[in-house]
Structures are given as C-alpha cells and as structure tokens.
C-alpha cells in the first residue's frame, strides 16, 4: 500500500510506526525493519539467539493454538499466565533463565501482527542487537528503490489505537544512527527524527526504565524484563523471517 507522499518514497531508510504505517511505507523489494523492544523483538533476538525458531502471531486466541499445532510449536501465553511447567511468554529474561523449546508460537498485537502481515524481508531488531542488524543490512543493496523500513511498533491504547511508545522510537532510531555510521544517510524526515530521539538520549537504560512501558512493566513485577531488553548490542544474533518464523541470518 503506497499513500502518495506518506510512503517516503524516493529515501533509501524509512521511518514509521505500527502495522498501518509498515504496510504505507515497507517496500517489496527492500527490507522491514521492526522494533518492538519491550518486548516482542527483544523475545524474539534471545529466543533466536538460542537456537529457538519463532513463527510471529497476530492473534491471541484459537488460531494462534491451531498455528502451533501446524508448526509443532509451543504457544506463548502471557506473562501472568505462565507456569513452572509452561515459562514461556513475552518474556525474555525466562528465556534466558529456561530450557526454550525449538519451536515457539509468539503472539503480540505490536511487533508479532507487523510480522505476521509483512510481505518481503523482515527483520527483528531491538536494543540488544543494532549493531549486528545495522551490519546485515549493510551487506544488502540499499536506496531508494530498495529501502531499509523501520517500524516501530508502539503499544495500545485501551480502546485500541496505537500509542507511540518512547522505548521503540528509541530503539528504531538506534537502527537508523547504526546506518548512518556505516555510510547509509539518504534518510527521510521522519528517520532523521528518529535517529536525533535517540542520538540525545543521555542515558537509555535509565530512560527505558523510567519511560511509561518501562514503568509499567516495572509495577507488575517484570523488571528483569526491562534490564535485558535495555542491554545495547549485547547479541550478534539478526533474526530474519523465514518461511514463517524467525530464525539467526
């Protein structure tokens, strides 16, 4: 879907938010980008990390089961729901601490729907794995008519909407100063707006922790969750979707 001058068109790195905003700006012929950094894509960096595939859902409900029994995979529950004998969930850090399954079914009405609904190359990046996914794309041919698309995914709203969420402008604009290091600058407007978000934040853990999804997830008890996702270029790993799920590049 091409929406006149909101799709970017003639920038070589694009920058947008949520599923409407991938499907306006993303290019067939280039690659998505998508940050979701508390927590889908960070989950999905330390699952692949560990040799996890990850097949993005975007639904929470029967199909995500049925999608799990295609794939014999294990389905995601959230958070509160998890068990000792089913820890796995949007959480990362019960990844890091758990036995992961090879295969494993994440839903998410942010990252995990974008994934879900792409069309082309897809990429999962988050604050743990800029580099390393700055330096895949670096490999590619990127311009304007292959572009580089970052998504950031957002949160929602009770009623729905989208609501821009500060920890994934931060972390999009990561991937974006990323490029611009390795040469890649034929940025748009909206890119370059992202990248300077995250090029004058002081200190990222602390705003990340301090930040309303930070905080939020802080007061439930999910902290842990919040200082893996805040670790900068702690993974080499750059999951990639393939045939439906996710898996290292």
Request: a negative charge.
């Amino acid at each position: 879907m091409s929406i006149g001058p909101h799709a970017q068109e003639g920038y070589a790195v694009r920058f947008e938010w949520g599923p409407t905003g991938a499907a306006a700006v993303g290019a067939r012929d280039g690659v998505l980008v998508i940050v979701d950094v508390l927590s889908f894509t960070t989950t999905v960096a330390v699952a692949v990390q560990h040799g996890v595939a990850v097949y993005p859902a975007a639904w929470r409900d029967t199909r995500a089961a049925e999608l799990a029994r295609e794939v014999d995979a294990v389905l995601a529950v959230g958070r509160s729901e998890v068990t000792a004998d089913h820890p796995w969930s949007l959480s990362p850090a019960a990844l890091l601490s758990t036995p992961a399954p090879p295969r494993l079914v994440l839903p998410s009405p942010n990252g995990s729907a974008i994934a879900a609904a792409a069309d082309g190359s897809v990429v999962a990046s988050c604050l743990r794995n800029v580099r390393a996914v700055a330096r895949w794309l670096r490999r590619r041919p990127i311009s304007a008519d292959t572009p580089v698309t970052v998504v950031a995914a957002g949160e929602r709203w009770p009623d729905g909407s989208l609501r821009p969420a500060l920890e994934d402008l931060v972390g999009a604009g990561a991937v974006i100063d990323a490029l611009a290091a390795l040469g890649v600058r034929d940025a748009s407007p909206e890119a370059e707006a992202a990248r300077a978000v995250f090029a004058s934040t002081v200190s990222i853990p602390d705003t990340i922790r301090r930040c309303a999804s930070g905080v939020e997830l802080i007061d439930a008890g999910f902290g842990t969750d919040v200082e893996v996702a805040v670790q900068l270029d702690a993974s080499d790993v750059v999951p990639i979707l393939s045939n439906g799920s996710f898996q290292a590049a």
